[in-house]
């Protein structure tokens, strides 16, 4: 089973305005973290936010926020004020527990910021 | 800022030659990881690395592949014998702790050619 969906292959978002790439997760460890990545066309992975399952309010960055439903399992990134420089791939992932545990990734969204 | 560092930013090689992948993780960090991208795909968990040893390696990481810190700085990926199937971006990443809220700085990615 697929621990991390993105279920958005492709998204247009016109720009200045806000956008929600989607995320659902699934783990039965009550320990986890949710993070996202930007990778933009020359591929390089761009940490963007973290949101820790016990964390009680959603994370903040700049102009992200993370759209936290725990008893929804998901996390959707929102990206308020597109500019033209977010376009991109978009990746959620996850790493459960408290040990050494690797990253789980989604198969990712491409974001195209329209002018 | 200090970062992840990857040497060379793309291989071209032919099937069955040995590929060593070099990384630089970040100076204060304590474990390592390898990840791969086939172009177009998910990225996926190779191996995690921590005081000289293999803490974690996924199914892709068969007896083809090995990794090494050969001094205090260099972390490197070595497949032994290159398949056209190993083509795809490989990301080095480092992370100073690693509880599941620890982030990983990940590197700009060596895209690896098997003609």
């Known amino acids: 089973a697929q621990k991390i969906t993105q279920t958005q292959p492709g998204m247009f978002v016109q720009e200045k305005e806000a956008v929600t790439l989607d995320c659902t997760y699934d783990?039965?460890?009550?320990?986890?973290?949710l993070f996202w990545y930007k990778q933009p066309s020359s591929g390089e992975m761009i940490f963007l936010i973290y949101?820790?399952?016990?964390?009680?309010q959603n994370a903040t960055e700049g102009r992200y926020s993370l759209n936290f439903q725990k008893a929804r399992k998901s996390a959707n990134l929102v990206i308020s004020a597109s500019q033209l420089g977010d376009s991109a791939m978009y990746f959620c992932?996850?790493?459960?527990?408290?040990?050494?545990?690797?990253?789980?990734f989604g198969k990712g969204t491409r974001l195209s910021v329209i002018a | 800022e200090p970062e992840v560092t990857q040497t060379p930013s793309h291989q071209v090689t032919q099937m069955g030659q040995e590929v060593i992948l070099r990384c630089v993780p970040i100076?204060?960090?304590?474990?390592f990881y390898w990840y791969r991208q086939i172009l177009g795909q998910k990225v996926e968990f190779l191996v995690s690395?921590?005081?000289?040893?293999?803490?974690?390696k996924s199914e892709i990481f068969d007896d083809q592949f090995s990794v090494e810190r050969p001094d205090g700085s260099n972390f490197t990926l070595k497949i032994r014998s290159t398949k056209l199937e190993d083509s795809a971006m490989y990301f080095c990443a480092s992370s100073r702790q690693n509880r599941a809220g620890d982030e990983q700085y990940f590197g700009p990615g060596t895209r690896l050619t098997v003609t």
């Open positions: 690395f921590y005081n000289n040893e293999i803490s974690e």
């Open positions: 783990t039965s460890d009550p320990s986890y973290g």
């Open positions: 949101q820790g399952s016990y964390d009680q």
């Open positions: 992932a996850m790493r459960e527990g408290r040990g050494n545990t690797p990253l789980v």
């Open positions: 100076s204060n960090h304590l474990y």
